[in-house]
């Protein structure tokens, strides 16, 4: 890079949400752990003059830069964002555009990804509703993470084509999550029936790019604009619907759930215009899509303090 001039790509506009701020912490020297535990999330709305230097990538802990610095557009229009320093190469999900997602040369490598909390093989999501575990057996409140060590599982996330690794997996929920989104989004995860280790910021749908069924769970999302309830009985169900944008025939999309279960999650009318979190698979319902006979850790609302990461 001639003069080491930043030069602007397409592809780290915008993906980077939010950078690490951490005076005197110099990239390949100190410790990446103490970078994630200490550094502050800045989003390119919130940039000072005086963090410059001193911003480095969620993911790979590359320099960063503003582009443009100090205004919030360029001369052609486009907002201001976060890239790499140009002149340092590292592998980074965020300036490369995922393929088959992040492979590991060994399983020891792989393993030390989990430990350092870079990558996280999701079992599977919790079915049922977790208990306690104190002789009365109360069920949790809504602030715990029910999160559960999980059994081995066998990932083909090798570097070398045909060759699986056996990991130590996670039992979760779409809360957890939620809990620490802004953290979270730059994990690895692998999920069930998926192959490849994808950023959690990669593995994300908003649902108004849906255009048909799945044959396969997504992690989906959208902002709730109505609740409707044919029934009237807590069993019954209450149809949660997202902003979505009519295609191939479809006019709208829900989530369907039981309103009892509904009412655990907060997935009622005061929570109009939140965003909703599911996994599962995409059917049709009616004239519209919909997710059905989703498990208790399959949905959750996300806290509005990280919506400003999905605008």
Partial sequence: MAGGKKVETDWDRNRIKH?????????????????????????????????????FCPECTCP??????????????RNAYYAHR??????????????????YLTEEEASQAIVDGKLVIVKGFLKEKPVSPDKEAKVYDQTFVEDEHGEVSEVAIARHRGQKF???????????????????????????????AQLLIDSIRNVTTLSSVTDVPILGYGRIVSIWE??????STRFVKLAFKAKNGYGDFSIMISQREADLHDLNTQSIGRFA?????????GGGLSVKNIGWGEVALLPTKYEKYLN
């Fill in 19 to 55: 950078a690490l701020h951490l005076p005197g912490w110099i990239f390949r020297v100190g410790s990446e752990s103490a970078l994630r535990q200490s550094g502050k999330p800045v989003l390119v709305s919130e940039y000072q003059k005086d963090m410059k230097g001193q911003l």
């Fill in 230 to 235: 044919p029934g009237k009985y807590p069993q």
């Fill in 166 to 196: 056996n990991l130590p997996s996670t039992l979760t929920t779409i809360r957890g999550l939620c809990t620490k989104f802004d953290e979270n989004l730059y994990k690895y995860y692998v999920f069930p029936e998926k192959q490849h």
């Fill in 277 to 285: 979190f599911f996994y599962g698979k995409i059917s049709v319902n």
């Fill in 64 to 77: 960063l830069f503003r582009s443009p610095e100090e205004v919030e557009a360029n001369k052609t229009g």
């Fill in 86 to 103: 140009r002149n340092i190469k590292t592998e980074c999900g965020l300036r490369t555009k995922p393929a088959e997602g992040k492979k």
